[in-house]
């Protein structure tokens, strides 16, 4: 456990049923959620969001509270359940990888005209896969990998992650902000 106690400090930006897509499980009590995946989502995604969200100085949102869904959840919505925003979580005995308990998160802001600066304040941040969906006007972020890649998913790429370099994920950024590159 090694989250800095002082950054909770700081003004905080987000509540932590922003990052929970079934509000069932945080009302009455987060309790129903597994400790490691909210000590996940606070070490990995709320804290340096929140560093983030001050830097950029405006809402910075998790996509229709899409950072931890759960396995059932999943399911219910005909998915596999093989998505890392489960945390590792799966209906049979499964011990989650490393990378998997770090889970994965899906954020955009309100003010979309200014996608790029937060876009190049994610491309800073901690996070090792960072996902750019042109249309839905969000990123995907998680800790999948050793190295910072980068990637696209659009109707383009057949709705599949196509590896980028930074500087064509900032023009994509820009695509989402409605700025021509000048
Ligand atoms: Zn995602």
């Known amino acids: 456990m090694n989250i800095d106690i002082t950054q909770l400090n700081t003004k905080c930006h987000f509540k932590l049923d922003e990052f929970v897509i079934d509000k069932t499980l945080i009302k009455p009590s987060v309790t129903n959620i597994p400790a490691y995946i909210i000590y996940a989502i606070i070490r990995y995604y709320l804290i340096p969001l929140n560093d983030i969200r001050r830097a950029f100085g405006n ?12 396995f059932l959840y999943e399911l219910s919505k005909n998915r596999n359940g093989g998505s ?5 979580q799966r209906e049979e005995e499964h011990e ?8 994965a998160c899906d954020v955009t802001v309100r003010v979309i005209s200014r996608f790029v600066d937060f876009a190049t304040l994610i491309a800073r941040g901690p996070f090792m896969r960072i996902c750019i969906y042109p ?10 990998a050793d190295q910072r890649h980068f990637f696209v998913c ?13 500087e064509q994920y900032i023009d994509y950024a820009q695509i989402v902000a409605g700025a021509p590159n000048s």
């Open 59 to 70: 809402a910075v949102i998790i996509s229709k509270s899409s950072c931890y869904r759960p």
């Open 84 to 88: 890392l925003h489960t945390f590792g």
């Open 96 to 103: 989650p990888s490393e990378y998997e308990k770090k889970g």
């Open 135 to 144: 249309e839905n006007k969000f990123i995907h972020i998680d800790y999948n």
């Open 154 to 166: 659009s109707s383009e790429t057949d709705n599949k992650w196509k590896a980028i370099r930074f």
